[in-house]
C-alpha cells in the first residue's frame, strides 16, 4: 500500500534562511508527487507538483526515486511562507491523492 | 468563481444523532472527493465521485456513512448516527479529471463535534 511520511510536525526558521521540508514515500510503482500548502484561514491549495518541475514562491521540489523522498525546499524563507504544508502520492493515475500527516513551519523574524 | 462551497461550516451534535454535509463543486468539475482530517493528521478519502458514480468508496464506514452525488453535481456525506470519534474536518474536493493533474480545489471543510 502506498504512505507518506512527513517526519516533522513543527519546523521552525527564521528569516532568510533555507528551507527544507522532509517528504518519503512508499510504492511500489511509478509514483507522482505533489506538494499542498494551507495558509491561516486559507483552503487547502496546490503549491507544486514534480512533474512541471517548476519552482513556485521560490519553492522547488525534486523527486529522488532512489531515496523514495520528494523534499521541498526554499534558499530564503520569508515570513508569509508560515504555513502547514502536506506531501501527497498520486498513483495508478486519476487524482487520487494520499496525504502524509503534515509539516507546519513558522518562519520567526 | 466561489470555489468549492462546503455547509454547513461548523456542527456541533450529541453522540447517535444523526448529520449531513453538503458540497457543491466548482462548475464543471466531474470529479468530487470527501476527505476526512483528524486533528493532526493529513486528509484521507473517504469517497470519490466520477460524474454521479462512486469509483472508490473503500475507506468509506458504510455501516454508519453514506453519500450521494445526484445528477453528478452537489454531493451530500451523512453520518447515523454520529459517535465521539467522528470528531474531525470533512473536507470537500473537485477536480475537472485531468489525468495525473493532480490539482484537487478544496473547500472550507465542516468541522463536526460530536458531544
Known amino acids: 500500500a502506498q504512505r507518506v511520511t512527513q517526519p516533522e510536525k513543527l519546523l521552525s526558521v527564521f528569516k532568510g534562511a533555507p528551507v527544507e521540508l522532509k517528504c518519503n514515500y512508499s510504492?511500489?510503482?511509478?509514483?507522482?508527487l505533489f506538494w499542498y500548502v494551507q495558509y491561516s484561514r486559507q483552503r487547502l491549495q496546490l503549491l507544486l507538483r514534480h512533474i512541471s518541475r517548476e519552482s513556485i514562491k521560490g519553492f522547488t521540489a525534486d523527486l529522488n526515486k532512489g531515496e523514495t523522498s520528494f523534499h521541498l525546499k526554499k534558499p530564503f524563507a520569508q515570513e508569509e511562507d508560515s504555513a502547514m504544508y502536506y506531501c501527497a502520492l498520486s498513483t495508478g493515475g486519476g487524482n487520487k491523492l494520499t496525504f502524509g500527516t503534515g509539516t507546519q513551519l513558522k518562519v520567526e523574524l | 468563481e466561489a470555489g468549492v462551497v462546503q455547509s454547513p461550516r461548523y456542527k456541533i451534535i450529541e453522540k447517535k444523532q444523526p448529520v449531513a454535509f453538503w458540497c457543491n463543486p466548482i462548475?464543471?468539475?466531474?470529479?468530487l472527493y470527501w476527505y476526512l482530517q483528524n486533528l493532526g493528521q493529513g486528509p484521507e478519502l473517504l469517497i470519490r465521485?466520477?460524474?454521479?458514480?462512486?469509483?472508490?468508496d473503500s475507506q468509506l464506514p458504510k455501516d454508519r456513512f453514506s453519500a450521494e452525488r445526484l445528477k453528478g453535481v452537489d454531493s451530500t456525506l451523512k453520518i447515523q448516527p454520529a459517535e465521539l470519534g467522528d470528531s474531525a474536518v470533512y473536507l470537500c474536493a473537485s477536480s475537472s479529471g485531468t489525468r495525473g493533474s493532480g490539482e484537487l480545489f478544496f473547500g472550507e471543510g465542516s468541522r463536526l463535534t460530536v458531544l
Open positions: 462548475s464543471g468539475h466531474n470529479t
Open positions: 465521485y466520477e460524474n454521479e458514480e462512486a469509483v472508490d
Open positions: 510504492y511500489s510503482g511509478s509514483p507522482e
